[in-house]
């Protein structure tokens, strides 16, 4: 089977004319790494793969030796769309292994595959399905100030359909790169869009997600407009999240369905939902990793600020949509709080960390908050048991830090290096002084 | 493990796989007397472990005893870097239904008991068939060409950029045109039993197939309501 696989690879390569193979791979913060390798170098980087340097890539430093080796997954590689005159290119997912071969615990892929391993000897397999929200802007000058597209006269002269059509050629493209796209609208505030993508693994999802967003960027940037995931770009619009539709199957068996219940909600889905909302604050700092995704977890965009669970409610962080027909493969819940800033691999691996934690244990789910809980105050919420999701990335860390779950998940590579940088982050955020500061302060005090 | 040795003009010096190990006295002496070189194989391991370097010329399965292990011959066999060509299946009267769907497992079959002569004939039929070198290379459907020497697909004349699993779940599918298949049996046939990733993954990868195959033509692969999916027109339909 495998060898089949690689000789599927190298004759498309041939047959292809493929010019250039980029190797694919994820730093410890999401961003997209990737080299590129000549075609005659395939067959060895398939058998023995590619030995570099991972000291340059952030997470990945050891203070030993950084030498490391990047493994093509063959069964991601995949024709990119954009061929030019000079031919082809194709790109191939990698894990990243030490040199000896074991798998490297600074690569984000190899802490999900290992979290799916867990869940597997339970016999569950996770889907995602991810709806992205990201804004189209005027390409930012030195200023980084956001202009929306439909502000300042950027397309005076054109259609204001651009961004619609800018949406479609990017789901044009994605389909062709085995992403298929369940819908996909224009969000309610200007210049937003949404994707939803259809579910699929956990693993096949986080690698979607690392090409939707290379996607997204390169032909936004084709047509001369910036695309960003930024989560809360600007103050008075709502902010771009991603929630995550979560369910586990068992074998063709969805393990969250149980038709006589009255949300056709199984007491495996019950179990995993409590555990997601017991461990939620902790695994926040890894869903909304940077500074920014805490200005958008306030009341009144839509966006959760409340650790509680609904049915039809959207001020909560855990949704139950209701699946259309009873039907059971789409039963789900809907996890509303990460952003697409986050590091896919390593937010589905706590997230679903927390979930099984509350399968083994058999958490209770808390009673139902179908309430609107931006209008109710604190100490009513408190009263409920409800609390609020980490307000910053300091809290997030504080809570992270003390959390064996999110250890455990991400392993200690990855786990102490993260509170690390994201402290550091965090340090150069408090002795900024912003211009609120400065617009309240200077003139009055 | 048997080898014998003698001279066929079809097949001249080559080894053909037989299963099981060893094979029935009926079945030893009608290939001896047939004059084919044969090496008795006790399970796919097995034969991958002995097969010659020249590779095997054939297989003669017999799936009345232990249908499992003859089954999964045929499979490895044909999973094979070199897959084995011509394979020809021993069944008794109860396990006729068990070649439904396995059409791309065997290239002939023979009812077991068998009449020594009758399995002459369909050896010699179709190891004849072998050296005129009919073996399809090209699959084609209403614009779809998928070409399994060179691995590569194009629809109305255009390239078709698909990963390894897309393919091998498209080709599988175009071979067996206007026949139903389960989830399962699409698991269990394109994927192989090593893969415990649930269902569901059939479910992802025909829905890629149809965004790939663009909409006007995602039809090509229809659900077939609780039952799993058929490719192209329903052979009971005119």
Redesign the interface.
């Known amino acids: 089977m495998h060898d089949q696989q690689k000789d599927y690879v190298l004759r498309t390569v041939e047959e292809r004319g493929i010019r250039l193979v980029r190797l694919w791979f994820t730093d410890v913060l999401g961003n997209l790494k990737s080299f590129a390798i000549s075609p005659a170098e395939m067959e060895n980087a398939l058998n023995d793969g590619m030995s570099f340097d991972g000291s340059s890539i952030d997470g990945y430093s050891r203070v030993q030796e950084s030498d490391v080796l990047a493994l093509p997954d063959a069964n991601t590689f995949e024709v990119l769309p954009w061929a030019d005159a000079k031919g082809a290119e194709a790109r191939v997912f990698c894990d990243i292994a030490k040199l000896d071969g074991t798998p490297f615990d600074g690569d984000p892929r190899q802490v999900l595959k290992r979290n799916l391993g867990l869940a597997r000897d339970k016999g569950y397999s996770f889907y995602v399905a991810p709806d992205i929200e990201y804004f189209y802007l005027a390409p930012p000058d030195s200023s980084n100030t956001p202009v929306l597209l439909d502000e300042g006269g950027f397309f005076d002269l054109t259609s204001t359909d651009i961004p619609s059509s800018l949406r479609k050629e990017t789901i044009r493209t994605l389909e062709t790169m085995s992403i298929p796209v369940e819908y996909s609208f224009h969000e309610d505030a200007p210049s937003q869009h949404e994707i939803d993508l259809r579910h699929t693994d956990a693993l096949t999802m986080a690698d979607s997600v690392m090409t939707f967003r290379f996607v997204v960027k390169e032909i936004a940037a084709l047509h001369n407009v910036h695309a960003t995931f930024m989560p809360k770009p600007l103050e008075n619009i709502q902010g771009s999240g991603m929630h995550l539709h979560l369910s586990l199957f068992n074998g063709e068996q969805n393990a969250f369905y149980d038709e006589n219940d009255a949300y056709n909600l199984s007491p495996t889905a019950k179990c995993f939902m409590a555990g997601l909302l017991r461990h939620a604050a902790e695994i926040t700092a890894v869903t909304n990793q940077t500074v920014n995704s805490y200005k958008r977890l306030v009341p009144g965009f839509e966006a959760p600020v409340h650790i509680s669970w609904a049915r039809n409610n959207r001020s909560g962080l855990i949704r139950v949509p209701i699946a259309k027909r009873n039907s059971d493969s789409a039963t789900r819940i809907e996890y509303r709080s990460p952003d697409p800033a986050c590091n896919p691999y390593l937010a589905f691996s706590v997230i679903l960390a927390a979930g099984l934690r509350g399968i083994q244990e058999g958490y209770e789910l808390p009673v139902e908050a179908d309430a609107n809980l931006f209008e109710m105050d604190n100490d009513v919420l408190e009263k409920m048991n409800i609390h609020q999701l980490p307000q910053s990335l300091n809290e997030a860390l504080q809570v992270m830090e003390n959390s064996s779950l999110v250890a455990d998940a991400l392993g200690d590579h990855i786990f102490e290096w993260f509170l690390r940088n994201k402290r550091a982050e965090w340090r150069t955020y408090k002795t900024h002084i912003s211009q609120y500061e400065l617009g309240r302060y200077l003139r009055s005090l | 493990m048997n080898t014998r040795t003698s001279a066929n003009e079809n097949v001249v010096g080559q080894m053909i796989a037989v299963f099981p190990n060893p094979p029935s006295i009926d079945l030893a002496r009608t290939l001896d007397l047939a004059g084919y070189r044969w090496k008795a194989v006790s399970s796919a391991d097995d034969a991958a472990k002995s097969e010659p370097v020249e590779g095997w010329a054939g297989a003669v399965v017999m799936c009345d005893e232990d249908p499992e292990g003859g089954w999964a011959i045929c499979r490895s066999l044909r999973?094979n870097?070199n897959p084995v060509g011509h394979v020809l299946v021993l069944v008794n009267g109860a396990q006729l239904a068990d070649l439904e769907m396995r059409d791309d497992l065997f290239d002939d079959f023979c009812l077991s008991p068998f009449h020594p002569r009758e399995l002459e004939s369909r050896l010699r039929h179709m190891f004849f068939t072998e050296i005129r070198g009919s073996r399809e290379s090209l699959v084609e459907y209403s614009g779809l060409i998928l070409n399994l020497e060179?691995?590569?697909a194009s629809f109305g004349g255009q390239?078709l950029?698909l990963?390894?699993?897309?393919?091998e779940l498209l080709k599988f599918l175009a071979q067996n045109p206007g026949k139903v298949f389960s989830?399962?049996t699409l698991l269990s046939r394109v994927w192989?039993y090593?893969y415990?990733?649930?269902?569901?993954?059939v479910?992802?990868h025909i829905?890629?197939l149809?965004?790939?195959l663009g909409e006007e033509h995602a039809n090509l692969i229809q659900t077939v309501r609780s039952v799993g999916y058929r490719f192209g027109q329903s052979k009971w339909s005119a």
């Open positions: 999973k870097d060179t691995y590569q390239p950029d990963t390894y699993m897309e393919y989830r399962e192989g090593e415990f990733g649930g269902a569901r993954t479910d992802v829905r890629r149809r965004a790939k």
